[in-house]
């Protein structure tokens, strides 16, 4: 049974009639049965019969008779509702991670690349009915995870994301990995088709310039939301390998060329941020997905159960007991 409402509530304001019609009874009571004078009553005292006791209950029954008929003016109903949703205006996405070694700088807990896969896992997971995709890059950059709607695959995809400098030559490529992304989204249908560039430090490496890949971004009307990921001063940074293999590192200064992703996000009318934390990053991929946002054309189909026969059928009921048992049973009770 679904939610009880009432197409008419507004009658239920007439049950402060009973109340008073409750005062009003106990006010002429002695007035609305028949008297009889007489010198003394002392050889009745004590005799009154159960039927004279339970002639109140005559009034009761009008009560309850008067509330079902004011429960059924008010059109009590039982409200179920389906909803059917279809996405209208869906957004492809394209996430370019960079996976240099300097991601591995431990300004961000536990560091930067493992603060952001946990960061884009919820982001992911909140953009429900939305196509998403993977670009890893360094030196290089490749497709991890082509624009997909299967959050399974894409979250597994994500979780296995480490620095390997056996698969990318180390260093930052900006320019590739943007262009790699704009490649795998360039021909959607999609409403709107967006890249989160994400980097820690200057463009070294690739064979294509980052202000390029940026007009060519603008060309197909793809928007480029930057991100430099962080802190402010110094971190420590891997710096070589031990002879275990294990990696070293050492104080540095953080570098992140502000300037060239201001342009890319300015370019494509996108927007910079700016990871220096945790949180702070969390917070970015929370406005972006505030910011790009789509748009649900939800339906609601409303069926309803009219429940005011029953009260009025109740009503008519008591009445009607009411009447009989008055004009019989509790007929010529004092």
Request: aromatic letters at 8%.
């Amino acid at each position: 049974m679904g939610k009880v409402t009432f197409l008419n509530p507004e009658f239920l304001w007439l049950f402060l009639l009973v109340p008073i019609a409750i005062a009003w009874l106990f006010y002429k009571r002695n007035q609305l049965s028949a008297t009889l004078t007489m010198p003394t009553i002392a050889p009745f005292v004590g005799q009154r019969t159960f039927l004279a006791k339970a002639k109140p209950l005559l009034f009761v029954l009008r009560l309850l008779a008067l509330s079902s008929i004011i429960i059924a003016l008010a059109r009590p109903r039982s409200v179920d509702v389906t909803s059917k949703s279809k996405m209208t205006k869906g957004v492809d996405i394209v996430m370019a991670i960079d996976v240099s070694s300097s991601m591995l700088a431990n300004d961000l807990k536990p560091n930067r690349l493992e603060a952001l896969k946990k960061v884009a896992s919820t982001f992911i997971q909140d953009r429900v009915n939305d196509r998403i995709g993977l670009v890893v890059y360094a030196g290089e950059s490749y497709t991890r995870t082509p624009v997909t709607s299967d959050k399974a695959i894409l979250l597994q995809s994500l979780k296995t994301i480490v620095y390997d400098d056996s698969v990318l030559a180390d260093g930052t490529g900006i320019g590739v990995g943007l262009a790699t992304a704009i490649n795998r989204i360039k021909d959607s249908k999609a409403k709107s088709r967006i890249v989160i560039l994400l980097t820690d430090g200057v463009n070294n490496s690739g064979t294509i310039d980052p202000r390029t890949a940026a007009e060519i971004a603008k060309e197909y009307g793809i928007k480029v939301y930057t991100i430099g990921i962080g802190t402010n001063g110094n971190a420590l940074f891997p710096v070589a390998k031990d002879a275990n293999g294990k990696l070293v590192f050492r104080r540095m200064p953080v570098e992140i060329d502000q300037k060239l992703m201001q342009e890319i996000a300015k370019t494509t009318d996108a927007k910079y941020f700016r990871a220096t934390s945790n949180r702070k990053l969390q917070a970015i991929y929370d406005e972006i997905n505030t910011l790009e946002t789509t748009e649900i054309n939800e339906q609601k189909f409303y069926n309803y159960d009219e429940k005011y026969k029953m009260f009025a059928l109740l009503a008519f009921v008591l009445l009607g007991i009411e009447v009989l048992a008055r004009n019989t049973v509790f007929r010529g009770i004092v």
